[in-house]
């Protein structure tokens, strides 16, 4: 009997102490706004050897760019870029895939950014480019 009072008045000292250890901050996804979405072809230093993902077909290079719209006040951490691209035919560039890459830092406010990508040979441009978006996280993500 008096070890199952010992045992209980030790779990509400332990349950007491947890509860005043103090939470990890929260993370929450921050929504990136991009506009002015371009692109141009790759100067020949990046795109000499461009082959598309798992294969050996020949690709060509593009850099896609624009403006990064961050509202949150803080800066945003590995915001990863949604979208879509379609050649002159409609046909998708990359199926079956909407993340093309990422930004590795969004401050506040409007900025720039820029992103590499391969499209196959033959594929015929222009490209069209929609559906962008981004999102990350306003601390530090461990991997």
């Given at each position: ?10 779990m ?5 102490l947890i509860a005043?250890?103090?939470?990890p901050p929260?993370?929450?996804?921050t929504?990136?706004?991009l506009?002015d979405?371009?692109?141009h072809?790759?100067s ?9 993902s798992?294969?050996?077909?020949s690709?060509?290079?593009f850099?896609?760019?624009?403006k990064a719209?961050?509202?949150s006040g803080k ?8 979208g879509?691209?379609?050649d002159?035919?409609n046909d998708?560039v990359?199926q079956?895939r909407?993340?093309l890459?990422?930004?590795?830092e969004v401050?506040?406010g409007?900025s ?14 222009p490209?069209?480019?929609?559906q962008?978006k981004a999102?990350?996280f306003?601390g530090?993500?461990?991997?």
């Amino acid at each position: 009997m008096r070890f199952r009072a010992f045992a209980t008045f030790l779990m509400i000292c332990l349950i007491g102490l947890i509860a005043w250890v103090p939470a990890p901050p929260a993370l929450a996804l921050t929504q990136i706004k991009l506009s002015d979405i371009s692109y141009h072809e790759c100067s020949e230093e990046l795109s000499q050897g461009a082959v598309t993902s798992g294969t050996t077909m020949s690709a060509n290079c593009f850099i896609v760019t624009g403006k990064a719209e961050n509202t949150s006040g803080k800066p945003v951490y590995n915001a990863d870029i949604f979208g879509r691209i379609y050649d002159a035919n409609n046909d998708s560039v990359m199926q079956n895939r909407t993340r093309l890459g990422s930004i590795e830092e969004v401050p506040p406010g409007i900025s720039d950014f820029s992103l590499r990508i391969s499209v196959p040979a033959n594929q015929p441009t222009p490209l069209k480019l929609k559906q962008f978006k981004a999102a990350g996280f306003s601390g530090t993500v461990r991997r």
